[in-house]
């Protein structure tokens, strides 16, 4: 009997994975079974684009029937525990899937860092659902306000989920003459933190351009149904969006492999095996390996290009090839601020940073060029004026 693969996750690493294993095993080799709660793959970079314009999702949510191939087996369910000594997959209807080998693709949930009331009273972006949640919080709160007291929306977390979500609240607020008041909150003393000065100063131009007010310096303490404390005062708000930072899924918290006490993110080797030779983890799910005590950054790009050597290294494992090893390469950041972008260290461009046409040509082809990998070049096209 053939060997069982199972890929939970249907993100950037799970979406990548399947196609990758597909293209590098035989037919009778093994059987794949994909499992995800959602039936579609997200584009999550251009998630925010649904906060202003929720007719997008049709671009970015690609059916899994037009990434996987005909063998391969899907199961659209909530991955609830992994046992790793039954070796089985359990699932939120109380089915258990078995596996031979298995790769952890399931992403990350929101840190909330134990702040008092920020989980209770923020809204998150994850996903559709949550870009939907914002979108209507941002329509009602607009529905209340006026121009003499506009309706006060706060994000948290300066990260680049944080910039771009600002940058398309503040693009919907001017093409509906929202009364809205748009600030953006940072416990560092820079946006985009950890960042070169030259790419932050041109978000920053941006924004302010955008006439999102900025924050920087003082930590969120704690929320209540009314405001948000942050130092020593506290901002009073109609919407709160909270983006500060990523944790593990509880759904791997007792697996049998080892995992990062506090964020229950999985370790793995450069070839993504895990201390279980059975178990693989990929994506923001995992702490990959680079060597000299770094880490893979949880980042879209890292994901997609860890993919394809994923997909290979399980095909390997039933194969019994050895594994291959992967060290993420830094193609450059891209971030929209609404209709703008900055690009920033792309590879093979002369400038370091820069913005303008140019930049919102790349942001939109990068998109657009994993769509037409995962799916299809016609899909690609339909989505690029979204983009």
């Known amino acids: ?125 994850k996903g559709l659902d949550d870009a939907r949640a914002i979108h209507e919080a941002i329509r009602s709160a607009t529905d209340e306000a006026t121009q003499s007291e506009p309706a006060q929306i706060l994000i948290g977390g300066a990260g680049l ?65 009314q405001e948000v404390h942050l130092g020593d005062d506290g901002l009073e708000y109609d919407v709160l969006v909270w983006t500060g930072g990523i944790t593990g899924h509880e759904e791997v918290a007792d697996a049998n492999v080892e995992k990062d006490d506090r964020s229950n993110r999985i370790f793995a080797e450069s070839d993504f095996q895990t201390s279980n030779e059975r178990v693989f983890a990929i994506g923001d799910s995992a702490l990959i390996d680079q060597g000299t005590d770094e880490v893979a950054p949880p980042t879209a790009q890292a994901a997609w290009q860890a993919a394809e050597i994923a997909g290979e290294n399980l095909a390997r494992s039933v194969q019994g090839a050895p594994l291959k090893s992967w060290r993420h390469k830094d193609k450059g950041t891209v971030v929209s601020v609404g209709d703008k972008a900055v690009a920033h260290d792309v590879i093979g461009v002369p400038i370091n940073t820069f913005g303008g046409p140019a930049a919102k040509l790349l942001k939109k082809t990068i998109a657009c060029r994993w769509i037409a990998d995962v799916s299809s070049t016609k899909r690609a096209m339909s989505a690029f004026s979204d983009m």
């Not at 600030?183 to 006439?211: N, S, T």
Request: proline share 3%; net charge negative.
């Open 1 to 125: 009997m053939s060997d069982h693969v199972v890929v939970i996750g249907a993100g950037y690493a799970g979406a990548g994975a399947v196609k990758a294993f597909e293209k590098h095993i035989e037919p009778g080799e093994a059987e794949l079974t994909w499992i995800s709660e959602h039936d579609y793959h997200l584009v999550l970079h251009e998630v925010h684009r649904a906060i202003r314009k929720p007719e997008v999702e049709s671009k970015i949510a690609i059916p899994v029937d037009e990434i996987k191939s005909d063998t391969t087996n899907f199961i659209r369910n909530r991955v609830t525990n992994v046992d790793t000594d039954e070796q089985t997959v359990e699932l939120e209807d109380g089915e258990s899937v078995e596996y031979d080998y298995l790769l952890v693709a399931i992403g990350s949930e929101t840190a909330f860092f134990g702040i008092e009331g920020l989980k209770e009273h923020s809204l998150t972006l």
């Open 161 to 225: 989920s944080g910039i771009q979500t600002a940058g398309e609240i503040a693009e919907y607020r001017d093409a509906h003459r929202a009364p809205l008041e748009i600030k953006l909150i940072e416990g560092l003393d820079e946006i985009f933190p950890g960042q070169d000065p030259e790419v932050q100063g041109a978000l920053k131009k941006r924004l302010l351009a955008k006439d999102v007010e900025i924050l920087t310096g003082d930590f969120i303490s704690a929320v209540d149904e």
